[in-house]
């Protein structure tokens, strides 16, 4: 029973450049989130996925951040243009959707991405 | 006004102690309440969570839940140094799929 993973672990970029993230939610799990994390501050939700719909999406996220869950499985977040601002823990998480645990989330390890 | 609020700490204390850790919440429907641990450098990791007032226990954790005020609190008994950590709040917007967490609050277990 493997757990959810992502990768890359850790992204260095220069600004301007465009980023590409996966995650893979613990088989089964329906339900998918993205979250970005910076020092001293608790997740901070960016989207939120049912099987392949994206049901709901921060306003802080900007235009430039895009994120796909095709059929349903993994998913992908893509940062457009990146600014330094965007340096931050990005965080993917799965729960069940279903049962008694339904809506509790279990996070993967995180890419930490740097923008020079 | 914050939408959850913890208090950032350091809580600090010594082994064997109960450890109490507060969070209040602005969202009056929410429904759904977790407490995560944070270990420095690694992602979050679900300790409990809880839907219902009162207590819920589950070996040396219990999550305290009061709808009315809005608040929701973790009690660790005998704390261990394995549990310094930073404890995050969370809880899910009403009627939305929206995860909100607090900033946590850094618990040091002196041995």
């Known amino acids: 029973d493997t757990g959810v993973s992502q990768d890359p672990r850790h992204k260095i970029t220069k600004r301007g450049q465009n980023v590409t993230f996966r995650c893979d939610p613990i088989?089964?799990?329906?339900?998918l989130y993205w979250y970005r994390q910076t020092l001293g501050q608790g997740p901070e939700f960016l989207t939120y996925f049912q099987n392949e719909a994206q049901l709901e999406k921060s306003r802080l996220l900007s235009d430039r951040f895009s994120a796909e869950r095709p059929k349903g499985s993994f998913s992908t977040l893509e940062i457009q243009r990146t600014e330094q601002g965007d340096s931050a823990m990005y965080l993917c998480?799965?729960?069940?959707?279903?049962?008694?645990?339904?809506?509790?989330?279990?996070f993967g390890p995180g890419t930490r991405l740097t923008v020079l | 006004q914050k939408e959850v609020e913890q208090n950032s700490g350091p809580l600090s204390v010594p082994e064997g102690a109960i450890a109490s850790l507060n969070c209040t919440y602005s969202d009056r429907g929410s429904q759904s309440f977790f407490w995560y641990r944070q270990y420095s450098g690694k992602s979050p990791e679900l300790i409990m969570s809880i839907y219902s007032n009162g207590d819920k226990e589950d070996g040396r954790f219990t999550a305290q839940l009061n709808k009315a005020s809005q608040y929701v609190s973790l009690l660790i008994r005998d704390s261990q140094p394995s549990d310094s950590a930073t404890y995050l709040c969370a809880f899910h917007n009403t009627g939305g799929f929206k995860t909100i967490f607090g900033a946590g609050t850094r618990l040091f277990v002196k041995a």
């Open positions: 998480a799965s729960s069940p959707g279903s049962g008694a645990s339904y809506n509790e989330q279990f």
């Open positions: 088989s089964e799990h329906n339900r």
